[in-house]
């Protein structure tokens, strides 16, 4: 793997608690669900509780991969940081 790449098990500890509540919550619209009717009763509220979900994954993975590869790289001198020439 290289320095850029993040680990999956990093990926998928760093998304505990969202799937955590994001299974509590579909569990939850089921259940609220009046009997009879459990499916069209949850069906569209677990629908948009997963496409949440899926955007949040989604985030978390493109912004550890930002984060991985801009630690990958040192950050440049600035001009006064005491690394110029002559200083």
Do not use: C, H
């Amino acid at each position: 793997m290289t320095a850029r790449q993040v680990a999956p098990d990093q990926f998928v500890e760093s998304m505990q608690q969202e799937m955590q509540q994001y299974l509590q919550s579909v569990m939850q619209a089921v259940n609220n669900a009046p009997d009879g009717d459990w499916i069209g009763g949850s069906e569209e509220q677990v629908r948009d509780l997963s496409a949440d979900f899926r955007r949040q994954v989604f985030e978390k993975a493109v912004q550890l991969k930002v984060d991985a590869a801009e630690a990958a790289f040192p950050p440049s001198a600035q001009p006064g940081d005491g690394q110029a020439s002559g200083e």
